[in-house]
């Protein structure tokens, strides 16, 4: 007899590798993209919601979840094979909001926990609750709900915000099998297309309920196919068939579930009654025993029960061979992705940091107003005023480079069809204040720059008290009328550094105020200040320009993760 592999080591490499694929993110909006997180969002549903709680409690009743497309007579057909009515049915659409879980009482325990679909809440109508039949079909007057294992009362029937997981239990179903009505797959609403697929991935056996005149539509083949590719213990239901054209629907089906590879599905067919076309009806017993029967042989007899379970866990767990890699390939192409943008925009700044710095020793910062002050400097211009000048002007032109990369930038990502869907390209209120920032920057090395300036005069202070000072040096600075004025020096500091050619007198000018070696050592310190918060202002724009694609978070790490999780897997297998 065949049996499931529930070992611990199993179990906790399927737990590694379900933190893996959580941990697999997919927001930059690649072609496959979509595809990656439909993956993403199937394994997980299928790892929490089915493989690690059933291979935990291989004992628990199967789960046959019924699925198909809009109108195909599940809940009809649920309701039929439990003999009450406990989902409702109707010809409003979707008539499945809330998902309808049916299980024998003594089964109830296995259900009204967390053990599989977790993050649904579970809502249930006791016994003693009545049943309100309405042109809709049946609703409850009164819900209990399940919240971390404690009732909460429900009155009337509005549904909470919540997710939830209606609980019922029938004494016609066997001991061992619960049924679960799913949405429509094909739903309107997105939120009950994704449940719907969710529900689907958690069952041990898929019930595929299709009309006929809709199985030849693509949802439920590729409702059928999925099944296939998981290799899952999948029932075929063809609903509706009217009886002038059974046989011949009934065979046309068969031909085209054999052409797809799934002759040996078991098929049944329900005939279109009265009671299938909507309104809350039960079909006769008659229509639904086969199924009934097939379903209840597999939870009650040892081997079909077994070989349904090991069937569709072993289905998923080697599905996950070709499922695993191509979610690690969709992680490794918005890696990929997130490089190439990096990449433009580092590429930009480099390129930007280099010809500011040529413009810088070419003296663009001591044109405009700098340089009329200059000139007028020091009868018509004070030292601080001749600052102002230049620290405005250098400002100017570090914001011109900012704003040349960004719209570079720009430029180049829009050709990525990634950044501009992602919004990388949205002007972000942040860089619009890089004026500001900026100009916090140059006045920050303006400050420091005085700094420097009061140090050097005073040392030369102290020179000119020591023996050691230079006689010749002294002689000449005793000569001037005035002393050094650090201001002044600051003025002329920055004149040197920012005035290329047309600065090359206040270089001389520094000289004479400083000696030198005195105006050399300036120079030096001021050069390096200068070259380290020019370095500075564009490290931090372009830091902010590739904040926003640094918040998504996107790495290489959990591809090699998932592949490692992966191999882990496969070995303890």
């Known amino acids: ?63 046959a979840v019924i699925g198909g497309s809009t109108g195909a007579g599940k809940s009809t057909l649920v309701n039929s094979l439990v003999g009450r009515q406990v989902s409702e049915a109707g010809v409003l659409r979707p008539t499945t909001r809330v998902p309808v879980l049916v299980c024998h009482p003594d089964d109830h325990h296995w259900f009204s926990g967390m053990r599989v679909l977790p993050d649904l809440t579970r809502v249930w109508v006791p016994p003693q609750d009545s049943l309100t039949v309405g042109p809709h079909g049946v609703r409850p007057t009164t819900r209990t709900a399940i919240r971390d294992g404690r009732p909460h009362a429900r009155g009337g029937t509005t549904a909470a915000p919540e997710r939830q997981l209606r609980i019922e239990t029938a004494t016609a179903l066997p001991v061992g099998l619960a049924l679960l009505d799913a949405p429509d797959i094909d739903s309107l609403v997105a939120e009950n297309r994704f449940l719907a697929a969710q529900l689907i991935c958690a069952a041990d056996i898929w019930v595929m309920v299709t009309t006929a005149a809709r199985y030849a539509d693509a949802v439920p083949w590729h409702l059928l196919r999925t099944a296939k590719e998981y290799n899952a213990t999948l029932v075929s239901v063809l609903d509706r ?80 061979r070709a499922r695993v890699p191509e979610l690690a390939g969709a992680v490794a192409a918005q890696h990929a992705a997130a490089v190439r943008l990096t990449a433009v925009a580092e590429e930009t700044y480099e390129s930007e940091h280099a010809r500011v710095k040529g413009r810088l020793k070419g003296g663009a910062v001591l044109s405009g107003d700098a340089l009329k002050r200059w000139r007028s400097y020091p009868l018509d211009c004070g030292a601080g005023e001749l600052l102002d000048a230049l620290v405005e002007s250098l400002g100017a032109l570090l914001l011109c480079g900012v704003a040349a990369a960004d719209e570079r930038i720009d430029e180049r990502w829009r050709h990525e069809s990634a950044a501009g869907a992602a919004g990388l390209t949205d002007r972000d209120p942040a860089l619009e204040s890089a004026e500001h920032r900026i100009g916090m920057a140059v006045r920050r090395w303006r400050r420091v720059m005085e700094e420097y300036a009061e140090e050097e005069v005073r040392e ?42 047309r600065g090359r007198s206040a270089g001389e000018t520094l000289a004479e105020r400083l000696g030198a070696q005195g105006a050399l050592r300036l120079r030096d310190k001021g050069g390096r200040l200068l070259a380290e918060y020019v370095e500075k202002v564009l490290h931090t724009e372009r830091e902010r320009r590739l904040a926003p694609l640094d918040a998504l978070g996107v790495h290489a790490d959990p591809q090699a993760e998932l592949i490692a999780a992966l191999s882990v897997l496969q070995k303890e297998r």
Do not use: C
């Open 1 to 63: 007899m065949v049996t499931l592999d529930v070992r611990p080591q199993l179990l906790d490499a399927l737990s590694a590798l379900r933190e893996r694929v959580a941990a697999a993110r997919f927001p930059l909006p690649l072609a496959g993209a979509p595809r990656a997180r439909a993956n993403r969002r199937e394994l997980l549903a299928q790892l929490d919601d089915y493989l690690v709680p059933r291979l935990k409690a291989p004992e628990a009743p199967l789960l």
């Open 460 to 501: 030369l202070y102290k020179a000119e008290k020591s023996d050691r000072a230079d006689r010749a040096d002294r002689i000449a600075r005793a000569a001037r009328s005035t002393a050094p004025d650090p201001d002044a020096v600051a003025a002329l500091l920055a004149t040197t550094l920012l005035g290329g050619r």
């Open 241 to 320: 068939v009217p009886h002038q054209v059974v046989s011949e629907v009934s065979r046309q089906y068969g031909a085209l579930l054999t052409k797809a590879g799934l002759g040996e599905v078991p098929r049944f067919t329900v005939p279109e009654l009265p009671e299938s076309a909507g309104g809350g009806g039960l079909l006769p017993s008659t229509a639904v025993a086969p199924l009934r029967a097939w379903l209840t042989h597999r939870a009650q007899e040892p081997t079909a029960r077994a070989q349904a379970l090991v069937r569709t866990a072993n289905g998923v767990i080697d599905s996950l």
